[in-house]
């Protein structure tokens, strides 16, 4: 595995890649890699000739008030992990050399920007557009890996794609769960080990939404939702920021449910916040 930073040798190594005719697959990343990251990594090398990781804490989708300075961060341990799975390029550019000096262009695919975390986090969206705009133009891969994690992220960036022609096949992987059930995170690691038990608060919220609907024939979205509630409120100290069913398409609000739904919510937890969704309906 080849580690570089900066945009020229990224764009030396792809022109070789391409010129041995290889099909790239890219996963692009914050880093403080978990077993998520590393399911999308083997997704990339068992589909493609040559994988591409880029490690970027991308300082314009944070707010001012967000985590960005304290984001969990080990460069280290994340080469030694993409050693270990076949990765064959590591991208790990600085701050400035993503963004110059005078940086004024964004990318901002509107509407679905707007909506669920988009209302939480305003601008966070546009951060994460722009810098996957960049990357895909710096990387130019034929496929790319995103985790359904960040559901909301994917639909966003599968539209941004489409809509300025990059071509790029966007890949949706599983979320990747701890065996009780919580999403793994990078953030994970934050969440204070007596309060652990009930970080699964969201997780079992959405899995009493889906159980209701799939198994019980309930339809109603507003009768689930506070169904799904009342089970993240069993949980002590977790604040739940919001619980939605959406149209996987479009995101837009469901009230009577006679197909496939994205259910999906955030929590915060001792000052930690975890989002988590999950598809129902589709039985
Ligand atoms: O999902 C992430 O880790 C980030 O939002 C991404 C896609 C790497 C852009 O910074």
């Known amino acids: 595995m080849k580690t570089v930073k900066l945009v020229s040798e990224v764009r030396a190594e792809i022109c070789s ?24 990594v083997k997704r990339s090398v068992e589909e493609c000739d040559a994988t591409v990781v880029s490690i970027f804490v991308n300082p314009t989708q944070f707010g001012p008030a967000e985590d960005y300075s304290r984001y969990p961060r080990d460069s280290a341990r994340d080469g030694e992990l993409l050693r270990s799975r076949d990765t064959d390029l590591l991208f790990i550019p600085t701050v400035e050399e993503i963004y110059g000096e005078g940086f004024s262009t964004f990318v901002e695919v509107g509407g679905l920007s707007e909506k669920l975390e988009g209302s939480i986090r305003p601008g966070h969206f546009r951060g994460v557009c722009t810098v996957v705009c960049k990357l895909f133009n710096i990387v130019s891969p034929d496929k790319a890996y995103f985790g359904w994690k960040d559901a909301q992220q994917l639909i966003i960036i599968r539209k941004m794609s489409e809509e300025l022609n990059i071509p790029v096949e966007i890949e949706g992987c599983p979320i990747f769960r701890e065996a009780d059930g919580l999403a793994a995170s990078s953030r994970n690691v934050y969440i204070p080990r007596e309060k652990r038990r009930y970080a699964v608060a969201l997780y079992m919220g959405l899995s009493r939404i889906r159980d209701l609907l799939d198994n019980h024939g309930i339809r109603d979205a507003a009768r689930l939702l506070k169904e799904g509630r009342k089970t993240v409120e069993e949980y002590p100290g977790v604040e739940l920021q919001y619980l939605e069913i959406v149209d996987p398409d479009d995101l837009s609000t469901v009230k009577t449910i006679d197909g496939k739904v994205l259910v999906l919510g955030a929590i915060r937890i001792s000052g930690v916040r975890l989002i988590d969704n999950m598809f129902a309906g589709d039985k």
């Open 17 to 40: 890649m391409k010129k041995r005719g290889q099909r790239i697959g890219f996963v692009p990343t914050m880093g403080y890699l978990h077993e998520g990251h590393l399911s999308l």
